[in-house]
């Protein structure tokens, strides 16, 4: 077979035209492409520098300042809720003490009125990143080995509710009944907001009581193996007389309903 159909003809017959070359359509085609980003480039930055826009901030900024914004919604909320409790009062009619009196009750039940009382401080703490193992017959510790973990504080709050806690507030929050402490990695999820060791619980109740509620926790003693050979923090201290905050958030159930 002739390889003609790709050189022009030579002599009195009409040249046939070249065809293009795989390699100049590619050109075209990368150039073609690379206006296209430009432009689209172009048109999404209007003006701005997308490199510090803030659809590309780290997660963790984003995060914080979900927190920052969730703690002043908390704030905002518990305002309303002491106007409206004083309107309230404003417009009893005769039944109004009744009323107001089974109120307080229940609200004092559901950990949304302060509590003042005696109580204890539970401190927990990650070791320090260069810790070893302090007694011999352990391994040398794991990264995991050396953070607190969802289940550690799980346990303390556990063991003072057993301990016969009136009323307990972690960092800054108080725990209600459909509170949920949770961790990230070393980092607690409380009722919306974010917090980093070191975490403190601290619980209104008898502190004899309390302390030997935690002393007798089983979560706790093994706790405890890590406190005394990796470095892991602990402590418990006596708070006199305190006042814990109210509960301040919604109390609507979003993903569960009462049985009827």
């Given at each position: ?30 150039f ?7 432009f689209?480039?172009?048109d ?10 803030a659809s ?29 409790e004083s ?10 003490k ?5 109120l307080?009750?229940?609200e004092?039940?559901a950990?949304?009125?302060?509590l ?6 539970v ?12 007694l011999?017959?352990y391994?040398?510790?794991?990264p ?5 973990h ?8 556990n ?6 806690a ?10 209600i ?7 990230v ?10 917090y ?14 309390l302390?030997?509620?935690l ?18 923090g ?6 006199g007389?305190?006042t814990l ?12 309903k009462?049985?009827e």
């Amino acid at each position: 077979m002739s390889n003609s159909a790709d050189f022009p003809e030579t002599g009195d017959g009409p040249a046939r035209p070249r065809r293009p070359k795989p390699v100049r359509i590619l050109t075209v085609a990368v150039f073609a492409l690379a206006g296209l980003i430009f432009f689209t480039s172009f048109d999404t930055a209007k003006g701005t520098n997308i490199r510090t826009d803030a659809s590309l901030l780290k997660l963790s900024d984003l995060v914080q300042e979900r927190s920052r914004k969730n703690q002043e919604l908390d704030e905002s909320n518990a305002a309303l809720r002491d106007d409206i409790e004083s309107l309230a009062r404003r417009d009893d009619d005769g039944d109004g003490k009744a009323r107001g009196d089974r109120l307080a009750g229940l609200e004092e039940s559901a950990g949304t009125r302060k509590l003042r009382g005696r109580a204890i401080t539970v401190t927990l703490d990650d070791a320090p990143p260069d810790a070893t193992a302090k007694l011999p017959g352990y391994p040398e510790p794991q990264p995991d080995y050396l953070v607190i973990h969802q289940q550690d504080l799980q346990a303390v709050v556990n063991a003072l509710w057993n301990g016969g806690a009136q009323g307990i507030k972690v960092m800054d929050q108080r725990l209600i009944s459909t509170s949920a402490v949770r961790c990230v990695g070393n980092t607690l999820i409380l009722q919306g907001r974010v917090y980093s060791p070191p975490y403190r619980i601290t619980a209104v109740g008898d502190p004899d009581r309390l302390r030997k509620a935690l002393a007798d926790s089983q979560a706790i003693q093994n706790y405890m193996v890590y406190v005394n050979v990796y470095g892991l923090g602990w402590k418990v201290d006596d708070e006199g007389t305190v006042t814990l905050p109210g509960y301040s958030g919604t109390v609507d159930l979003h993903y569960a309903k009462p049985v009827e």
